[in-house]
T-cell receptor, first 112, second 109 residues
Framework: EPEVTQTPSHQVTQMGQEVILRCVPISNHLYFYWYRQILGQKVEFLVSFYNNEISEKSEIFDDQFSVERPDGSNFTLKIRSTKLEDSAMYFC??????????FGPGTRLTVL | QKEVEQNSGPLSVPEGAIASLNCTYSDRGSQSFFWYRQYSGKSPELIMFIYSNGDKEDGRFTAQLNKASQYVSLLIRDSQPSDSATYLCAVNTGNQFYFGTGTSLTVIP
């Protein structure tokens, strides 16, 4: 099973601030995904990324969100101006195949 | 609205029994179906996926898909206390992934 780490494990920020969440796959993968899970709620798809571009995004993934692979390995999710309702666990997932998604440990984002 | 529905449980089974978890989905265009396990405070772990009608077996786990009924299930044979977790059903529809709220399973020693 592929390994993926996420940093930071916990991020606390003030409303309106920008945050960058990072995903570091240990091995080379083609597919990257971001999900979020608000406490006690379902996992929600945000975006999928393939071949260095977004392949699909959900309604949640509005203009305040962006993703990139700045150095060809790390995969980042940027939230430009955080809101209270952005508080959630954010999971990165990776896969060699579109159907095989291996989740990272997550970053807990707390917006105050 | 694309929905994935699961009975939230809790579902309790004795050790060694078969646990049966069910999931229905609303979009007939859904292409592939996934079962994840999520321990409290942890990230989802992929158990298996299925995209053809019928059964797919992997060790103690069997996924069953019935596209006509828009129904997917997971059977866990010889349930162990370590199987106690929340089981998430997910569906790939239009290249987006939709998760259910999960079913909490407790395996009683």
């Amino acid at each position: 099973e592929p390994e993926v780490t996420q940093t930071p494990s916990h991020q606390v920020t003030q409303m309106g601030q920008e945050v960058i969440l990072r995903c570091v796959p240990i091995s080379n993968h083609l597919y990257f995904y971001w999900y979020r899970q608000i406490l006690g709620q379902k996992v929600e798809f945000l975006v999928s990324f393939y071949n260095n571009e977004i392949s699909e995004k959900s309604e949640i993934f509005d203009d305040q969100f962006s993703v990139e692979r700045p150095d060809g390995s790390n995969f980042t999710l940027k939230i430009r101006s955080t809101k209270l309702e952005d508080s959630a666990m954010y999971f990165c997932a990776i896969g060699l195949d579109y159907n095989e998604q291996f989740f990272g440990p997550g970053t807990r984002l707390t917006v105050l | 609205q694309k929905e994935v529905e699961q009975n939230s449980g809790p579902l309790s089974v004795p050790e060694g029994a078969i646990a049966s978890l069910n999931c229905t989905y609303s979009d007939r265009g859904s292409q592939s179906f996934f079962w994840y396990r999520q321990y409290s405070g942890k990230s989802p772990e992929l158990i298996m996926f299925i995209y053809s009608n019928g059964d797919k077996e992997d060790g103690r786990f069997t996924a069953q898909l019935n596209k006509a009924s828009q129904y997917v299930s997971l059977l866990i044979r010889d349930s162990q206390p370590s199987d106690s977790a929340t089981y998430l059903c997910a569906v790939n529809t239009g290249n987006q992934f939709y998760f259910g709220t999960g079913t909490s399973l407790t395996v009683i020693p």
